[in-house]
Structures are given as C-alpha cells and as structure tokens.
C-alpha cells in the first residue's frame, strides 16, 4: 500500500510542478514579448498561439550547440502560419528582424534564444491539452 501511496506523491509532485513552471514560462515569455517588440507585429500576447509554431534563423536551437551562431545569418524571429484554404498552406511571417548575427549583443541573442523556447514549451503543453480532450470522445457510451 505503501508503494502505491509513494508512486502517488510522486505523481502529484511532478503535476504540480509542471503546472509552476508553465505558469512562470508564461509570466517570462509575456515579459520577453514585450522586450523583444513583437508586441508591434502582434498585438495580443495570446494571439502567439494562433501560430503553427514559431522559429528563429542565424542562431542554432540544437541541443549541443544551442545558441551557436550562424555567420553570415540574421537574426529573426519567424512565425508560421498555416491556412489550408489558401493556395500555399504554409506562410512564414517576420515578428522581429535583429540584423546580422554577428553584430547583435549576446544578451539580445540569448533572449531571442529563451523567448523561442519558452514559446514551443507553451505551445506543446497546448498541443498536450489538444489531444487530451479529443481523446476524451473515445471509450463513451452513447
């Protein structure tokens, strides 16, 4: 009894925990929104979530070299939009153009760094919710 009471805690701790950090990751990425401006290309914080996803060129977001740059790249932040009415599905958007790569100051590029990641830590627990709830409509009776 012991053991399944433990693996209960357990699992509580880390719900509650994920919970604590997604409500910090918000309160940080809003900061970083506004810090970056792209409050001036989108003018509702929670519109970023409208996107199909966000993504940044002249920097590396790989796990071995994160926050590597990319000579002779700009530094941007891309928004993906997707429209399945229109001829091309698929459109990239331009929410923050920095300049080249190698003249932006480090802490500009580390925040550019943290405020995509913050965001794809956002958007997959809002993918988690997603399917949670279509999965719901499974294994009910009529």
């Given at each position: 009894?012991?053991?399944?009471?433990?693996?209960?805690?357990?699992?509580?701790?880390?719900?509650?925990?994920?919970?604590?950090?997604?409500?910090?990751?918000m309160?940080?990425?809003?900061?970083?929104?506004?810090?970056?401006?792209?409050?001036?290309?989108?003018?509702?914080?929670?519109?970023?979530?409208?996107?199909?996803?966000?993504?940044?060129?002249?920097?590396?977001?790989?796990?071995?070299?994160?926050g590597?740059?990319?000579?002779?790249?700009?530094?941007?932040?891309?928004?993906?939009?997707?429209?399945?009415?229109?001829?091309?599905?698929?459109?990239n958007?331009?929410?923050?153009?920095?300049?080249?790569?190698?003249?932006?100051?480090?802490?500009?590029?580390?925040?550019?760094?943290?405020?995509?990641?913050?965001?794809?830590?956002?958007?997959?627990?809002?993918?988690?919710?997603?399917?949670?709830?279509?999965?719901?409509?499974?294994?009910?009776?009529?």
């Amino acid at each position: 009894m012991s053991s399944a009471l433990d693996r209960l805690k357990n699992l509580t701790n880390k719900i509650s925990s994920y919970e604590l950090s997604r409500k910090s990751n918000m309160k940080r990425l809003e900061e970083l929104f506004f810090e970056l401006e792209i409050d001036k290309k989108v003018e509702d914080f929670h519109a970023l979530f409208i996107f199909k996803a966000i993504n940044l060129s002249g920097v590396s977001l790989l796990n071995e070299d994160l926050g590597s740059i990319k000579k002779g790249k700009y530094l941007q932040i891309l928004a993906i939009s997707y429209d399945k009415e229109a001829k091309v599905k698929s459109k990239n958007i331009s929410l923050a153009y920095f300049g080249r790569v190698e003249s932006v100051e480090s802490k500009l590029k580390d925040s550019v760094v943290e405020f995509v990641l913050r965001y794809r830590f956002e958007k997959s627990f809002m993918t988690l919710e997603h399917y949670h709830e279509m999965l719901q409509s499974f294994g009910k009776t009529e």
